[in-house]
């Protein structure tokens, strides 16, 4: 069928299962297609196809919930409601989210991006739904990797509890990103190969339900019998036991199996979880053979061959030169120990991992518990380098905060990804960090200028023993500048002068430093000399040097690839106002109050005016102000 004619899962209700296998394969050809040219998270998706088809064929969305948990396996829902036409666009500027987003449809009842989410909001909806006294299904889909995150625990037990109707799917198909970790891991692996546990539970008590009521003896053993039977299976005893019932484990590739346990479950009273089976990236041979997480997630690759478009002689990712640093620098100290929530690939870890096998711990997504691991080593003498997302430090911010800072600890935290990320968007822009640290006693923040400079900054946040220091570090590739052979420290809360000027400073520290010194230059052929600063520690801040340029009552633009609110610019302000320079002129450049949405970071940037266009402008308006200069 032509997919690009959807408008509505509806279609689904008439098809067989034979017709349903056809629209499988055709949904893969097409993903397979589509995704060699655009990227995206090709493996979660060719994983479920048919549980997609299956959910939407047995229930009625928008009526019934569909919850996707992380959302980047949504790509299917979104080809069977209506949106296969736009997937040229996807995950680009102003074109189709790579995750659900209400306003692209009726049948997005649940945003998501970051992990762990889903079981929380179905059983807000459950309790609604109650309340309003409403009909309707409420199907939350979480992987087995999510189901590792923190919250989807504290929603198991509530929802256990309160016993509302709900059907989660477990879509488990063994892998995070990287393989899955953790027991309840191996709790599922035992659930995979304990087979059928509610058929052989059934159908035993059909037969108790035949043996005549003679001598209770053959009733009690048969009674036994079935409940040894549960406590070989674990699965049925973790879930059922939290108060669901299991239902499982189903072939997640197989439509007879798949709609018969939906039917069975849709009859049952309480929360059921149903285990589904499924492999990831299914279909496509790279894919389904990656035993590491590549294909979770890609850019545009050659569909034939399975080789993935890489540009050619780029400098090393950001996340390798941290990550590599700590590596060297662990063979020489070994109170060095990495964790990272989930992010082994992504995170370039796998390097450390092989080298130093008992010195690497992937805790899976729980970023509130890698977070207070890290201070757990702390007060044992340990030096641990948290290697976390900008985006998901937002997880343990408490953690950060109560367990980290407070008790002043040394802790190493490589804030990844720092600034706009472009293609995952708004749930994954990497801007808060700033923010939300800033307050954060006793914490260093820092950001380095180029990949020469970051070495020297990991090398410093190693050696640091005061408390804890973050350095923040965006995704992507380096600048490929010449790297020192010795590693060096850098003296906390010093800045650098980059680039000399008497007429204007602007502080900027990061991805916006280049803009900056392109502004710089265009002044001064205006005849405007703008001192440029590399404010690579946003805190504490040079308080020296911020003095001096105050004293002289230079005007300052700030410069960040961060929420203005709270951001380093405010720390600027604020530092004005407590020293009493209320004559300094003081203006910000940064993100403002709103959520960025997906896109090519240069359009992103554009969009909010944080350009090297709008320096200038800002900085003609800034000196003619001040000197009173016609340029
Ligand atoms: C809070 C949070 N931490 C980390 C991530 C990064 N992440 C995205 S998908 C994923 C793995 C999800 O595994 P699973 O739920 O099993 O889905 P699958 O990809 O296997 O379909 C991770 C760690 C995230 N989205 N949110
Ligand atoms: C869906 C999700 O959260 C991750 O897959 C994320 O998209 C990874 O981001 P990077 O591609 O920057 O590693
Ligand atoms: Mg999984």
Redesign the pocket.
Known sequence: MDLLSIKDPSFLKKMTNAQLEALSEEIRTFLIEQLSKTGG?IGPNLGVVELTIALHKEFNSPKDKLLWD???QSYVHKILTGRACQFDTLRQYKGLC??PKMIESKHDVWET???STSLSAAMGMAIARDLKKEKSYIVPIIGDGALTGGMALEALNHIGHEKKDMIVVLNDNEMS?APNVGALHSILGRMRTAGKYNYVKDELEVLLKKIPAVGGKLAQTAERVKDSLKYLVVSGMFFEELGFTYLGPVDGHNFEELSENLKYAKKTKGPVLLHVITKKGKGYDPAETDAVGTW??TGPYKMETGDIIKELNAPPAWSALVSETVRRLAREDDRIVAITPA?P??SKLLGFASEFPDRMFDVGIAEQHATTVAAGLATQGMKPFLAI?STFLQRAYDQMLHDICRQNLNVFVGID?AGL?GA?GE??QGVFDISFLRSMPNLVLMMPKDENEGQHMVNTAIQYDDGPIAMRFP?GNGLGVKMDDELKTIPIGTWEVIREGNDAVILTFGTTIPMALEAAEAMAEKGIQVRVVNARFIKPLDEVMLSEIMSANLPILTIEEAVLQGGFGSAVLEFAEEQGYTQTYIKRMGIPDEFIEHGSVSKLLADIHLTTEAAIENLTKMTYKVTKKAY
């Open positions: 998270h992380v959302g980047h790579g995750f991006g970051h992990s990103i979770h997630g992010m690939v992504g997302y990804r990320v995952d749930t994954h995704r």
